[in-house]
């Protein structure tokens, strides 16, 4: 299974912000969603960062006054992006080495979905779930011939 057969199973919604968005403005739409993380885009919805609750918790320890400040200042700036012919696989041990829980997926330089880890592991459960049924289904058959 690839990062395309996810979107096609989950949805492809894709929360943004803008980088000069205060952090309080960020934690009403990561509220408001019931998400973990949004994608920090420019004027062009080009993707500049990544913010996840982390990042956010992370700046509250150390100035608890940082409500009022842009998101650009806390943001991780490194993102990792996915394709959707990405393997699930190769993806998961990606951001399970890289600790990260959220991946922007990008297709001919737009923003076309977010996967977190944990929808990777409930497709890969999903899977494994199927396989088993066919596996004991292919027993009981062959037990009964």
């Given at each position: 299974?690839?990062?395309?057969?996810?979107?096609?199973?989950?949805?492809?919604?894709?929360?943004?912000?803008?980088?000069?968005?205060?952090v309080k403005g960020a934690i009403a739409l990561?509220?408001?969603?019931?998400?973990?993380?949004?994608?920090?885009?420019?004027?062009?919805?080009?993707?500049?960062?990544?913010?996840?609750?982390?990042?956010?918790?992370?700046?509250?320890?150390?100035?608890?006054?940082?409500?009022?400040?842009?998101?650009?200042?806390?943001?991780?700036?490194?993102?990792?992006?996915?394709?959707?012919?990405?393997?699930?696989?190769?993806?998961?041990?990606?951001?399970?080495?890289?600790?990260?829980?959220?991946?922007?997926?990008?297709?001919?330089?737009?923003?076309?979905?977010?996967?977190?880890?944990?929808?990777?592991?409930?497709?890969?459960?999903?899977?494994?779930?199927?396989?088993?049924?066919?596996?004991?289904?292919?027993?009981?058959?062959?037990?009964?011939?």
């Open positions: 299974m690839n990062i395309a057969s996810l979107l096609a199973i989950k949805g492809n919604a894709v929360y943004t912000i803008q980088s000069s968005e205060s990561l509220a408001q969603h019931n998400i973990g993380a949004l994608v920090v885009v420019d004027g062009d919805a080009t993707p500049v960062g990544i913010v996840s609750e982390r990042d956010i918790v992370r700046a509250a320890a150390r100035d608890e006054a940082m409500f009022s400040i842009a998101i650009g200042s806390i943001m991780t700036k490194q993102v990792i992006i996915g394709l959707p012919q990405d393997d699930l696989s190769s993806v998961g041990h990606t951001m399970t080495e890289r600790r990260i829980r959220h991946l922007p997926v990008m297709e001919s330089g737009r923003l076309v979905g977010m996967v977190s880890l944990g929808d990777i592991v409930k497709a890969q459960r999903d899977t494994y779930e199927g396989e088993l049924e066919t596996l004991q289904t292919q027993l009981m058959a062959d037990h009964i011939l």
